[in-house]
């Protein structure tokens, strides 16, 4: 062998491979240590656990993927450790939706974070108008532009305090617009923040819309990127949860009003109330064809998509199971759920039936578990007043059946007997008369 071609041996020899950390391992190892009853006695140590763990998770879904995190969630469960697996899914959620920050304060740059708050909006829009795509950011006459306006809202209600800076992104997304994982959401709230800084953007716009024959109903979400120092002391009650928890069944929008569903609860922080009224009125005034706009509670994405979800589908299921609101309405009624294969996806589709004949039908929009989806479309029926025992579930998954006139779907429904005796029926309507228009 040539001298050349021995020192080149060597020198590869000698290099050392550079493997990818084995996260999940990893993850498991800070998440048994952070469990630990020892370590939870200990605030000290409590902290630099946790904080290792965090740093951990986060790093680990900046490779793109997250399926380290779930993995070691999944081995953690497996050994019985449910209370550590808890904890990385809650610094997912935390990763998914804050960012370390540089913060300007009084002339200094400190150390902070960036966190990022979805709103849910439900937008009902008057025929002949696609669904908005965007908050314009123009300023109308001698006033501030209504993004301006929905970005300064927050402070001016107390949401957040003085310190802290806001930025609006313009897009109105759907449910269908939003990454679903964490690493998705943790790129794109990367992109806010490089788009905050002046960066050129690469956050996607939201899908057209066509324009609606009639008026139509859909959920949006606004999403909102809040800058703060680690050295702040008015925060406010957003950035250090000081909200009153507050019951979903409150944001029904303009939605009927049915015994047994408050229009609002006492204990709601009347700051969030406020808020979400002014909010949505702004939005009604400055989006072209919007009737009404409906606001929720900002939170992180899981728990902000899961509250829009409800909006929709509470909003939508009372406009079809009780469109008078009359509790004598309410209890000639029979309701049939069944959930039906639709593509790739699951659909419950609810039945209505009053004295023996079909009023019509609603699709409860799925986004979780179909046990928790079925648990939840029931719970809501029977707090608007439905009888219990008038509430039937199909056990069956039907494929997805529809008119052959016209295409539209059709709704499971249920037969009363004269000895009040019960059949349930597949398909409800044959011949056109059973079928609901979805918007």
């Known amino acids: 062998m040539s001298k050349k071609r021995q020192a080149a041996s060597k020198i590869k020899r000698r290099t050392i491979s550079k493997t990818q950390p084995d996260w999940t391992h990893l993850i498991f190892l800070a998440a048994r240590s952070a469990g630990k009853q020892s370590v939870q006695n200990n605030p000290v140590r409590q902290v630099e656990c946790e904080s290792r763990l965090a740093d951990l998770v986060a790093r680990a879904l900046d490779t793109g993927s997250d399926k380290h995190v779930l993995r070691a969630m999944e081995d953690l469960e497996e050994a019985h450790l449910d209370d550590a697996a808890a904890m990385v899914a809650f610094w997912a959620d935390d990763a998914a939706s804050t960012l370390p920050d540089m913060v300007q304060n009084a002339g200094d740059w400190d150390v902070g974070k960036l966190e990022l708050f979805l709103v849910p909006v439900l937008l009902m829009v008057d025929t002949g108008h696609a669904m908005p795509l965007q908050v314009p950011d123009t300023q109308q006459d001698d006033q501030r532009s209504p993004l301006d306006l929905c970005a300064t809202s927050l402070r001016r209600y107390g949401l957040i305090g003085q310190e802290p800076s806001v930025a609006v992104l313009p897009w109105l997304y759907a449910y269908a617009d939003l990454p679903v994982t964490w690493s998705g959401q943790r790129g794109m709230l990367r992109q806010f923040m490089g788009a905050i800084s002046g960066q050129p953007s690469r956050l996607p716009p939201p899908e057209q819309t066509d324009v609606g024959a009639q008026p139509a109903v859909a959920l949006r979400f606004v999403l ?126 609810i039945g209505i039936t009053r004295d023996e004949r079909f009023t019509g039908g609603f699709v409860w929009a799925c986004h979780q578990d179909p046990e928790d989806e079925a648990f939840e479309a029931f719970e809501a029926l029977e707090h608007m007043g439905v009888p219990t025992e008038q509430i039937h579930v199909a056990t069956d998954i039907l494929g997805d059946e529809r008119c052959p006139d016209c295409g539209k779907p059709y709704f499971p429904s249920v037969r009363v007997d004269e000895d009040g005796s019960h059949e349930q029926l597949d398909t409800h309507g044959h011949g056109g008369s059973g079928h609901s228009q979805l918007h």
């Open 224 to 349: 909102f990127a809040v800058s703060s120092s680690l050295g702040d002391t008015d925060t406010g009650a957003l950035l250090n949860g000081g909200f009153i928890g507050m019951d979903d069944l409150n944001d029904l929008g303009d939605a009927p009003d049915v015994d047994g569903i408050d229009g609002a609860d006492p204990e709601v922080d009347p700051r969030l109330l406020a808020w979400q009224e002014d909010f949505g009125q702004t939005l009604t005034e400055c989006l072209p064809g919007a009737l009404s706009v409906r606001a929720g509670t900002p939170a992180w994405w899981d728990e902000a998509i899961h509250a829009g979800f409800d909006m929709r589908n509470l909003f939508g299921l009372i406009t079809a199971v009780a469109p008078d609101g009359g509790q004598e309405t309410m209890l000639s009624t029979h309701v049939a759920m069944g959930f039906y294969h639709v593509a790739d996806t699951l659909e419950l589709r």
